[in-house]
């Protein structure tokens, strides 16, 4: 009866931990589905000024902005953002838009519309407009890239203008960039010729684990002259001088 009695003992205390795992499983799967949910981020008028007295560098940046719309998992969200700054004798300026998606547990991500405006002066050069825009950008698709740029630089006056398809892949070691075309407009004493048009159309890949460049040039033509040609170059160690 003694032995009877102590064996019952024995089943009672071991059945919670036969419960144990299941319990550990539900709180592990309520943890794992978390969510965020924003209303809304505004951040206006930011500043950071930075000061080196020791090298002589002064940083600046002024009336940083950003505006994040209403924000969920798996839902478009429109960000914005502008920022204005100086770095000793140089002045720029950024601001732009983009549509983001996040996908639940930070798995992967997806943007759209993405549109950035900069402007940058110093001494020498004057950078009025430099414009990207994508209409969208996901690893292992085609996104269509699309550029300009005016201003003057080494005393030459500048309008450029372009597009192409960039992909670029989920490892980030491959980065293609096909049908790449330049419509441009070059002004200034040092050219052989002022005005120079320019006009090009190629495709360019960059392997950056082998770093190999491959270039190939369909169409090249500034004013009067046509050209065409293919090139691949294999970027080597720098090596070190002791």
């Known amino acids: 009866n003694i032995d009877a009695l102590t064996k019952a003992q024995t089943q009672q205390a071991e059945q919670p931990n036969d419960t144990a795992p299941d319990q550990s499983g539900e709180s592990q799967s309520a943890g794992s589905d978390w969510s965020i949910n924003l209303a809304?981020?505004?951040?206006?008028?930011?500043?950071l000024e930075i000061q080196d007295k020791q090298a002589g560098n002064y940083t600046k940046l002024y009336d940083v902005s950003l505006n994040l719309s209403e924000f969920a998992f798996d839902s478009w969200t429109t960000a914005d953002f502008g920022v204005k700054g100086e770095m000793n004798d140089q002045k720029?300026?950024?601001?732009?838009k983009a549509d983001f998606k996040l996908a639940k547990g930070l798995a992967s991500y997806a943007l759209k519309n993405i549109n950035v405006d900069a402007t940058y002066t110093d001494p020498n050069n004057t950078i009025e407009s430099a414009k990207i825009g994508l209409d969208t950008f996901e690893f292992?698709?085609?996104?269509?890239?699309?550029?300009?740029?005016?201003?003057?630089?080494?005393?030459?006056?500048?309008?450029m203008q372009g597009g192409g398809q960039l992909t670029v892949d989920q490892a980030i070691s491959k980065v293609l960039l096909n049908k790449l075309t330049l419509k441009s407009s070059f002004e200034g004493d040092a050219l052989p010729q002022s005005p120079m048009k320019v006009d090009m159309v190629s495709d360019l890949s960059f392997d950056l684990n082998k770093s190999h460049l491959s270039f190939i040039l369909e169409k090249l033509t500034a004013n009067a002259i046509a050209l065409d040609g293919k090139a691949d170059v294999t970027l080597g160690d720098i090596p070190k001088i002791r």
């Not at 809304?40 to 500043?47: D, L, P």
């Not at 720029?92 to 732009?96: I, K, L």
């Open 40 to 47: 809304g981020v505004t951040v206006s008028n930011g500043s």
């Open 92 to 96: 720029f300026t950024a601001e732009g």
């Open 140 to 159: 292992d698709k085609v996104n269509n890239l699309s550029y300009a740029l005016q201003g003057s630089a080494a005393g030459m006056k500048l309008d």
